[in-house]
């Protein structure tokens, strides 16, 4: 009745781009961080600025993966180097938390005077997973994943939520590693491989291999996805029974 295959016990959902419409939001916040950084910098060296791809560059190095990581990716192709800082920097400092945590003030900024809109097609699908008897879980790199899940009003659906603060405390290594969708998995009581995993970025989908992975293809990068299956919303999954 899913679209699934019958050894599919739990199901481990993505956050942003497969549950919600902030994939583009947070798009948005890395552009307006990273190319004040990239701007800054320019300047002082006296170099040509070169602007952060909210499509190229957010698929490659920071969609998925937990934010300061996603900063780390991103600096390293530039050929950048910053001090790490630490977890609370402010965010005008010049460090990679720094600039995690100035993204952060920017995304929750555009939450919150945008507000969150799930996508009616991944509703429809979580709540046939929860008729049809099947564990259900969120797995987001984002420490704000409560958040938007409240203001989504879809928090009620899912039994566990493995996020970046999980994550932080548990010292769970973040996506592209599997550690936080074979967390889900541990504490839904379901073996790996009788997991599917639904993700629309690059790095989530290489962290949920372990099981059945469905990409969700939201920006026209099916092929890259690689994924078990491909759709373009989840609600295709209900249309194929």
């Not at 910053?82 to 965010?91: I, N, T, V």
């Not at 592209?176 to 989530?204: H, N």
């Amino acid at each position: 009745m899913l679209g699934l295959p019958a050894h599919v016990r739990a199901c481990l959902f993505d956050l942003d781009g497969v549950l919600t419409r902030t994939a583009k939001v947070h798009a948005a916040a890395w552009k307006e961080m990273f190319d004040g950084h990239l701007r800054e910098r320019a300047n002082r060296e006296g170099t040509a600025f070169v602007a952060f791809d909210a499509v190229r560059d957010y698929d490659e190095y920071v969609d998925g993966r937990p934010r300061a990581d996603g900063v780390r990716t991103f600096l390293a192709a530039r050929a950048i180097e910053l001090p790490e800082g630490a977890a609370d920097d402010p965010p005008d400092a010049e460090t990679v938390h720094g600039l995690g945590n100035r993204k952060n003030i920017l995304v929750l900024r555009r939450i919150r005077e945008d507000g969150v809109e799930p996508y009616e097609g991944s509703v429809r699908f979580v709540r046939a997973v929860r008729e049809a008897g099947l564990r259900r879980a969120v797995v987001s790199s984002s420490a704000n994943c409560r958040d938007v899940l409240v203001a989504a009003g879809i928090e009620d659906l899912f039994e566990e939520r493995i996020d970046g603060v999980v994550a932080r405390e548990r010292r769970l290594r973040g996506k592209p590693a599997p550690d936080t969708f074979l967390e889900a998995a541990r504490r839904l009581g379901t073996e790996a491989g009788a997991a599917a995993v639904f993700e629309d970025a690059l790095a989530g989908v290489e962290a949920g291999r372990f099981g059945l992975v469905v990409g969700v293809d939201r920006v026209g990068q099916a092929e890259q996805l690689r994924a078990d299956v491909v759709v373009r919303d989840l609600a295709e999954l209900l249309e194929a029974r």
